[in-house]
T-cell receptor, first 110, second 118 residues
Framework: TQLLEQSPQFLSIQEGENLTVYCNSS?????LQWYRQEPGEGPVLLVT?????EVKKLKRLTFQFGDARKDSSLHITAAQPGDTGLYLC??????????FGKGTKLTVNP | NAGVMQNPRHLVRRRGQEARLRCSPM?????VYWYRQLPEEGLKFMVY????????ESGMPKERFSAEFPKEGPSILRIQQVVRGDSAAYFC????????????????FGSGTQLSVL
């Protein structure tokens, strides 16, 4: 079974601060996706990374896929209260099923 | 341009009753996935269906749980004789295509059904 470990589990910061959350595995994934989920709602896809070392930017969010395709990070610059939510990484490997990590619960305080 | 519609949003059942969760995929999507989420947990894959076919049910408990996606109508996740451990949020997602390069598939999730078993 391929597992994705996300850290930290919880993160509370002030508006304007920068942060990085991590998604790690001992397995190689053919691709990784990042989702954001708000309370009472379903996850919304933010990005898909497929190439080792790939970096993608989405406004203030920067996503990186590790060279070995076993890990990924999400960096948020100048966090805003609207960034609050549960950030989930999900990967596909040999089984092709999308496997989710447990998520990082981010709170950005005004 | 409606997204994935799930109903009911909240469902309360007593132990031993049946729960039926419905999911209407986005227009033009013929692939449906069901996930279960416990508090402070990620989403656990349950089953993947294409119209009238179950493609992968490896994440679904062998007993009491079943799923269908008929030619007409929504996909249904059915839980018979519910127990307290079934209490969770159940999410449905749809996509225009399925496995085979799934990494590039974009899943569109519904808002979920929160099942509470008393």
């Amino acid at each position: 079974t391929q597992l994705l470990e996300q850290s930290p589990q919880f993160l509370s910061i002030q508006e304007g601060e920068n942060l990085t959350v991590y998604c790690n595995s001992s397995s190689v994934f053919s691709s990784l996706q990042w989702y954001r989920q708000e309370p009472g709602e379903g996850p919304v896809l933010l990005v898909t990374v497929v190439t080792g070392g790939e970096v993608k930017k989405l406004k203030r969010l920067t996503f990186q896929f590790g060279d070995a395709r076993k890990d990924s990070s999400l960096h948020i610059t100048a966090a805003q209260p609207g960034d609050t939510g549960l950030y989930l990484c999900a990967g596909t490997g040999g089984s092709e099923k999308l496997v989710f990590g447990k998520g990082t619960k981010l709170t950005v305080n005004p | 341009n409606a997204g994935v519609m799930q109903n009911p949003r909240h469902l309360v059942r007593r132990r031993g009753q049946e729960a039926r969760l419905r999911c209407s995929p986005m227009k033009g999507h013929s692939h449906v996935y069901w996930y279960r989420q416990l508090p402070e947990e990620g989403l656990k894959f349950m089953v993947y269906l294409q119209k009238e076919n179950i493609i992968d049910e490896s994440g679904m408990p062998k007993e009491r749980f079943s799923a269908e996606f008929p030619k007409e109508g929504p996909s249904i996740l059915r839980i018979q004789q519910v127990v307290r451990g079934d209490s969770a949020a159940y999410f449905c997602a749809s996509s225009p295509r399925g496995y085979g390069g799934m990494g590039n598939i974009k899943l569109f999730f519904g808002s979920g059904t929160q099942l509470s078993v008393l």
